[in-house]
């Protein structure tokens, strides 16, 4: 069979190991229960899975980690 030439790549990773750090830090917390949602953590503990990850993403963001941009 020819090898494929020009096709797509292969789905890598796309963000840096620092990003996987806060993720990893931000799901921690959750299961501790001290990730808190909102500005300066006002409102309740998170519970969602979904949303640790988003919170730890964008604390990579600010951070400064390769971390692929929001949709």
Do not use: C
């Amino acid at each position: 069979m020819p090898s494929k030439k020009g096709g797509r790549k292969s789905g890598g990773r796309k963000d840096g190991k620092a990003a996987g750090k806060r993720v990893e830090s931000a799901m921690r917390r959750r299961n501790r229960g001290t990730l808190k949602s909102g500005k300066r953590g006002k409102r309740g503990s998170v519970q969602s899975r979904k949303q640790a990850i988003a919170i730890g993403l964008s604390e990579a963001r600010k951070k400064g980690a390769k971390v692929p941009k929001k949709k």
